[in-house]
């Protein structure tokens, strides 16, 4: 094919004017002949880049059958393995489809709120239980004797030296760390004028025996109020016996220091002694009932355990529910101890069969999430090219799955599960249907972990729908904030219609309404706080950062506007491009807009050695050689990554203004080159953009979007037909050049862009009627009505084409 391609350039030579009609039309389907080629020759060359690269997709695939099957081997770990869910159709309230009997003897568990009612019971019969200490009164009367000892060995040294009284006085105190806060007081105990030494050993025995008095009945470690028994009893352990009294029998804390106060009131008259007294039996005194807070929460246990599980006997062969009979609550606890015995005898077997439940929990798992695959590949195919993204919906599955089970696990309402979280998590990342496919798959797999639970399978999926489109219409974070309104009462109305259908009495469908309420305004609150982390740690650019990042009000594209208005401009206009190309592509028209604002934002930097910020034709590359000029030019895509690291854009945003140039060549620059220098070489890879080239559809329509919008700036009269022409050159270009290689875009999509470049460059440059001034002779007729605004009839234009390759940057007019 190369060498057909050679001979048909070769001999596509100009024609003179005596050559014949029939060897011009000849000339002309080899004119024909050689595009087709070439255009089928590039096809085959990027269809052949694309294959390697599917290739080495290909060789990653492994990392991906690991992430799903971790999946299915923890999801199926959560289910429930210690009942049967045989019975779990079968409701109290319900009428049974069928006639039950007895497959053997079994016990019937108490259900868990009369187990809890029972060991609730039986832990009040469970008495507090303290320890007499009786060596405590022998140590608190020793202290005492020996702070009255050094009163009395004080006072002496207080006669021989009055003035160190109050160095004395502090050191007593501090010493038997008696609390005294009265200054005065403290001295006086020291003063001779105040106690004589009969009065101290009369204080001191009053001190003692208010402290024998108060220990013989009992101090208690604890205040009462911390135990909440009924019957308001304790147990008393000696060395030798064991025995039960009443809590009024004994003081706690606060007791004691009531009953210190009145027995010291009645003992002595004296202020001073009630004060001392008070202070200094509160410092010693220490309780000689001590709580044993290990035996008892020991004996608490034991009597849990001894609670029987059981509240009756269910005999082999017996009838437990007839066909169309009510279920009631005790035909209920009868199934559910079936269903747990029947486990139970399941999980005894030994050799293959004890693995048959987890291989149909493993065939469940994988017959339902081949149907979201198959469902992805069809609609978001791309979502399986990027480990990451599988990564995100494993995990988001993987949480739903694991909150799911705590939930049930902790007894917490059923109305709690995250099955709505998950999937606006997963439509804002991966779009709506694959929202719409997660809510179905996640409320299948909830209901099941939950022991196929119907009713809750209904409840998540009819909520989660609503959830995900709630999300389709939000378009930022604060509105997102609305939806908590929305979903509460998408949470009421499914609780409320579900109970009813159940022919639930209304109060017990009232009572979960707290918690439908609850569940319903955390889920946005919950999605809107995860989707940061979710961006971050899987590397996802979402719809709500990019719609903050197109104000046109961002730090960064203020600086444009200002440093480098003509690439402000410019980047608005490709933006719009961008947009309508990708939506008619079904591409994310918001991140081509978004990576159209920021692509030349390294262009602040030497604004002025570009085109369209060039003012009064000054132009500095007429200074500087070519392999300069090429440096700065191609150093504005370096310097946009670094402006886009500053500023901390997405990695999409990064790669598109790594990839919007691709590796084209600088054709100004380099002719230039070659001109100088005639007799050297000229690395044509010294005039490249680095690169790389376009890997997506949206960095392609850029890369595109900027050629076009550059190239159609230069025309004078942008009719149609002008536009058509130029857009289908620089776009067939491209395409040729191969920078097009590396994105998934096909020869449809290009002449879906070329339609949709049309449209819009169309009515960017659409005509107007020129106004006469109004000294113009009126008889005059003006033959401005096909030309635009600002672009006066002057000599015949130049080809914007040949103008682009004598830009200094490339690109007319950028």
Do not use: C
Not at 144 to 161: G, H, I, L, M
Not at 197 to 206: G, V, Y
Not at 211 to 234: A, H, M, Q, Y
Request: net charge positive.
């Amino acid at each position: 094919m190369l060498f057909v391609i050679v001979w048909l350039k070769t001999s596509l030579k100009p024609m003179s004017n005596s050559r014949t009609i029939h060897v011009q039309q000849e000339t002309n389907q080899r004119m024909k002949l050689y595009d087709a080629l070439i255009t089928h020759f590039f096809y085959r060359m990027k269809h052949k880049r694309k294959k390697h690269k599917k290739q080495d997709a290909e060789s990653r695939k492994w990392i991906r059958w690991a992430i799903g099957g971790s999946l299915l081997v923890v999801l199926s770990l959560l289910f429930p393995r210690g009942q049967s869910s045989q019975f779990a159709d079968m409701r109290e309230g319900s009428v049974s489809s069928r006639r039950i009997v007895a497959p053997f003897s079994f016990e019937i568990l108490k259900t868990a709120d009369e187990l809890q009612r029972d060991r609730e019971l039986a832990v009040q019969k469970v008495y507090p239980v303290f320890t007499r200490d009786d060596k405590v009164f022998d140590e608190t009367r020793n202290k005492t004797n020996r702070f009255f000892d050094d009163v009395v060995r004080y006072r002496k040294e207080v006669e021989s030296r009055p003035r160190l009284k109050r160095a004395f006085t502090d050191s007593l105190f501090q010493k038997h760390r008696v609390n005294v806060l009265d200054t005065l007081n403290r001295q006086r105990i020291l003063d001779n004028g105040t106690m004589t030494f009969t009065d101290i050993q009369n204080f001191q025995s009053i001190l003692v025996t208010a402290i024998r008095d108060i220990l013989s009945v009992g101090l208690l470690s604890t205040t009462k109020e911390t135990f909440t028994s009924p019957d308001r009893k304790l147990v008393i352990l000696t060395e030798s016996e064991e025995s039960v009294h009443d809590f009024k029998e004994f003081y706690d804390l606060n007791e004691m220091r009531l009953k210190l106060v009145e027995m010291l009131n009645n003992r002595t008259s004296s202020v001073f002694f009630k004060q001392m007294g008070y202070s200094i039996v509160s410092s010693f005194l220490e309780p000689n009932l001590i709580y044993d807070e290990a035996l008892h929460a020991s004996r608490i246990n034991e009597a849990r355990a001894r609670v029987p599980l059981s509240s009756g006997f269910v005999y082999e062969n017996e009838k437990i529910v007839d066909q169309n009979e009510r279920i009631t609550l005790e035909i209920r606890k009868k199934l559910t101890s079936l269903s747990v015995k029947m486990a139970e005898k399941g999980m005894s077997v030994r050799g293959f069969r004890l693995f048959l439940p987890f291989i149909g929990r493993l065939a469940f798992l994988s017959g339902l999430f081949f149907l979201f695959i198959v469902f992805i590949q069809q609609n978001s195919p791309e979502i399986f090219t990027d480990n990451k993204q599988v990564l995100l919906l494993a995990a988001v599955v993987l949480l739903v799955g694991a909150v799911t089970f705590l939930i049930h696990q902790l007894a917490v309402s059923e109305y709690m599960v995250p099955t709505a979280v998950g999937a606006m998590i997963l439509a804002i990342v991966f779009g709506p249907w694959v929202g719409l496919a997660s809510a179905a798959i996640m409320s299948v797999l909830v209901g099941a972990l939950y022991g196929n639970e119907f009713n809750l399978m209904i409840f998540s999926f009819f909520v989660s729908v609503v959830g995900v489109l709630i999300i389709r219409s939000m378009n930022d974070r604060r509105r997102l904030v609305y939806s908590v309104f929305y979903m509460a009462g998408a949470y009421l109305f499914t609780i409320t219609f579900l109970g009813l259908l159940r022919y639930l009495p209304f109060r017990d469908i009232i009572r979960d309404w707290p918690w439908g309420a609850a569940a319903g305004i955390l889920a946005p609150v919950v999605t809107a706080g995860l989707l940061p982390l979710v961006e971050y740690l899987f590397d996802i650019t979402t719809d709500f950062s990019l719609l903050e990042l197109s104000s046109l009000n961002h730090p960064l594209l203020k600086r444009l506007s200002v440093q480098a208005p003509g690439t402000y401009h410019h980047s608005i206009i490709v933006g719009n491009l961008a947009e309508s190309a990708a939506q008619t592509l079904g591409a994310n028209p918001l991140l081509a807009r978004v990576g159209s604002y920021y692509h030349d934002i390294g262009k602040v930097e030497k604004s002025e050695y570009f085109a369209e910020n060039q003012i009064a034709g000054k132009n500095p590359h007429e200074k500087l050689t070519p392999r300069m000029s090429a440096l700065i030019l191609s150093n504005h895509v370096k310097k946009g990554i670094e402006l886009s690291e500053k500023y901390k854009l997405p990695t999409a945003i990064k790669d598109i203004i790594m990839q919007h140039q691709g590796t084209t060549i600088m054709p100004i620059f380099y002719r230039k080159a070659k001109e100088k220098n005639e007799s050297g070489e000229v690395h044509e890879s010294d005039y490249r953009y680095p690169g790389p080239r376009p890997q997506t559809r949206e960095a392609a329509i850029v890369m595109l979007a900027d050629v076009v919008e550059a190239a159609t700036r230069s025309l004078k009269a942008p009719t149609h037909n002008r536009l058509k022409n130029i857009i289908d050159e620089l776009i067939d270009e491209r395409f040729k050049e191969g920078q097009l290689d590396d994105s998934p875009l096909t020869l449809r999509d290009l002449e879906k862009i070329k339609e949709s470049f049309l449209t819009i460059l169309s009515g960017t440059f659409h005509t107007r009627v020129e106004y006469p001034d109004k000294d113009e002779n009126k008889n005059n007729k003006t033959e401005s009505d096909s030309t635009p605004v600002g672009r006066p009839e002057s000599k015949p234009e130049a080809d914007p084409r040949s103008a682009k390759n004598h830009s200094p940057t490339g690109k007319a007019g950028s």
